[in-house]
């Protein structure tokens, strides 16, 4: 990681975009609000897409839609520089609880950076690209646009994230955990359950057996490791043995051998309910696997650099306690920065019906705008870096080089 030192015209360049930011404020203020005020689940956000893309559009992006053939999945490019620099988009909300995660404050920060970054983008000789990335919370859309090609050629992605007040804005050491969702179907044989209890096999009481395994399963794992579950079905009346019974569940940890090893002995909770109950067991993934997040050294000391500007708390940090992300995917290949952005204020935990009210409030709109400067302000000083902008060239060159020759 490099020491940040001022460039020529860096200053110059850095109020130009800071202006920038501000110039497009109103704009982007209206539709992070837009999107708070109309919460759409993943891979059902239509209009979020659609407003996102018309923003760019009207800018001056070239804009793309259905990338990777996802429905609500967009790429605005600008620029034909050899440097290549993605800003991701998220913009799904949770169900029931609304923009309780923050998303679209996370779609304003990136849109916001990515239209001040706009007329620049010659100047910087980069390739900007605006990702709109759907259902982080649930789905992995970060992982499917990989798979499918959306960030072949990137040399650097970013974004940033909300959280409660209190987070230091410094990202380096940070990360966030593995996680892998799972559905657990116990199949039985349903039976009258006054005439003939005996002749059924009781998939309900499999799924209770397999929920007190996995509870007193928790006190022998690593306290940082994760387990959570419930029962989407397991009968319907009380007349009639169940003869199915559905567990969702999904395991966290923050390096996927520990991840590995927490899922096996998962798994053998819910083997063991279905052998003491003669039912018989199905397990698949519900979901793409979310790899641990990577933050890089340099994109944390330029971020860091630009928060210090805002005067924000950029003590060294002891690091997240939980939380997973599809963009540790992004980062396990791609050079990636993913900064926490503290809401001031917001002193209640995020997924939650305060948090999501705490994501529309003047305070939380400040920040966000804030994060936008920083972020184009990393991704300038990350352009005009030389030995780092051609690390970052060299290791999109590489991985492209390695993704033919896998084809191949």
């Not at 646009?145 to 994230?161: I, K, N, P, Q, T």
């Not at 003939?196 to 057996?209: I, R």
């Not at 966290?252 to 003669?278: M, S």
């Amino acid at each position: 990681m490099e020491t940040i030192d001022s460039a020529p015209g860096e200053e110059e360049l850095r109020t130009a975009l800071k202006s920038g930011v501000e110039s497009w404020k109103p704009r982007v203020q209206a539709l992070s609000e837009d999107l708070h005020a109309n919460p759409e689940i993943s891979f059902r956000e239509f209009r979020a897409a659609e407003a996102i893309t018309a923003l760019l559009a009207g800018a001056g992006f070239d804009v793309t839609k259905g990338t990777g053939n996802l429905p609500t999945a967009f790429t605005a490019s600008a620029g034909s520089g050899e440097l290549t620099v993605a800003l991701c988009v998220e913009y799904d909300a949770l169900p029931s609880v609304g923009h309780a995660c923050g998303h679209n404050l996370i779609a304003g920060a990136s849109v916001a950076a990515a239209l001040a970054l706009l007329p620049h983008v010659d100047e910087l000789g980069i390739t900007l690209k605006a990702i709109g990335t759907p259902a982080e919370e649930h789905g992995g859309g970060k992982v499917l646009l990989l798979e499918r090609g959306a960030f072949d050629g990137v040399g650097l992605a970013l974004m940033v994230h909300p959280v409660q007040d209190g987070v230091t804005y410094n990202p380096a050491g940070t990360t966030a955990q593995a996680v892998g969702r799972y559905e657990a179907v116990f199949t039985g044989k349903a039976a009258h359950a006054a005439a003939a209890p005996h002749l059924g096999v009781n998939a309900g009481d499999a799924a209770v057996l397999s929920q007190v395994a996995v509870g007193l399963l928790r006190q022998q794992i690593p306290g940082d490791h994760r387990i959570a579950c419930y029962v989407a079905e397991a009968g319907h009346v009380t007349n009639i043995i169940p003869d199915r019974a559905v567990v969702p569940f999904e395991c966290r940890a923050f390096t996927l051998p520990e991840y590995q090893a927490l899922l096996e002995r998962v798994k053998r909770c819910f083997e063991g309910a279905a052998v003491a109950t003669g039912t018989t067991l199905e397990i698949t993934a519900a979901e793409p696997l979310y790899e641990p997040l990577l933050q890089d050294g340099d994109l944390a000391a330029h971020w860091t650099h630009a928060m210090d500007a805002f005067g924000k708390d950029t003590s060294p940090a002891a690091g997240m306690g939980g939380g997973s992300t599809d963009m540790g995917n992004i980062s396990q290949v791609i050079p990636s920065l993913h900064p926490w952005l503290s809401i001031p204020g917001a002193n209640v935990p995020i997924h939650s019906h305060d948090f999501a009210a705490l994501a529309n409030t003047p305070e939380a709109y400040g920040v966000m705008f804030e994060a936008a400067t920083a972020l184009a302000w990393t991704i300038a000083g990350a352009a005009t870096n030389p030995h780092q902008r051609e690390r970052f060239v060299t290791a999109a060159y590489r991985r492209e080089a390695t993704t033919q020759e896998a084809a191949s």
